[in-house]
Nanobody
Framework: QVQLVESGGGLVQAGGSLRLSCAVSGSTFSVYNMAWYRQAPGKQRELIACIFSDDTTKYKDSVKGRFTISRDNSKNTVYLQMNALKPKDTGVYYC???????????WGRGTQVTVSS
């Protein structure tokens, strides 16, 4: 069974940075397009960044130029470097496969990111 374990969240002031990690176990990690999702308070979970198996990336417009997704296939880990954070980036961050291409794994607990103004 695939397990997704997100970490690296926290409380940060606007303009600050965080680096999230997601460790994936129990799957052939390198074949999947992986993604980070965010669920803001009172809102649905949304895709914010995706990295394909060939390492190409795509981003939600609101995070372009500030967030960078990357992966290390040797460690079965996907990362999200978040810079110039804004209060609207607040939410619980989850990783999973790109659901437009693959059936999602069971969701992990996510990691809370809170950006204060």
């Amino acid at each position: 069974q695939v397990q997704l374990v997100e970490s690296g969240g926290g409380l940060v002031q606007a303009g600050g940075s965080l680096r999230l990690s997601c460790a994936v176990s129990g799957s052939t990690f390198s074949v999947y397009n992986m993604a980070w999702y965010r669920q803001a308070p009172g809102k649905q979970r949304e895709l914010i960044a995706c990295i394909f198996s060939d390492d190409t990336t795509k981003y939600k417009d609101s995070v372009k130029g500030r967030f960078t997704i990357s992966r290390d296939n040797s460690k079965n880990t996907v990362y999200l470097q978040m810079n110039a954070l804004k209060p609207k980036d607040t939410g619980v961050y989850y990783c999973n496969v790109d659901m437009s291409s693959f059936r999602p794994h069971d969701w992990g607990r996510g990691t809370q990111v809170t950006v204060s103004s």
